[in-house]
């Protein structure tokens, strides 16, 4: 009895926590998947076959999927950017 008291304390403010955190996240990657496909195609009939299309109906894959994009395009820049340093510093 103890012991499910204090897992009921415990484990329900941090799931609850948690679950509010991936709602605030699914929020914020919704709103980025909305603006870019708004942004990219400027009508909202294109941008509905677009969603339906490739991101299987969710603004939140849309999002995620432009966030992934970012980040491969900072890591490219990251290497390149590493590799050309060492060349040059090799050359010196």
Known sequence: ???YTFAVIIVFPAELYFSME???????????????LFLRYRNK????????????GQFRNA?????????MALAVVAIVSFVAAVLYFLMA
């Open 63 to 71: 999002g995620v999927v432009l966030l992934a994009d970012i980040f």
């Open 45 to 56: 009939k294109k941008v509905q076959q677009e969603l339906e299309r490739k991101f299987e």
């Open 1 to 3: 009895m103890v012991f």
């Open 22 to 36: 991936f709602m605030i996240g699914k929020k914020i990657l919704s709103l980025f998947g909305r603006g870019y």
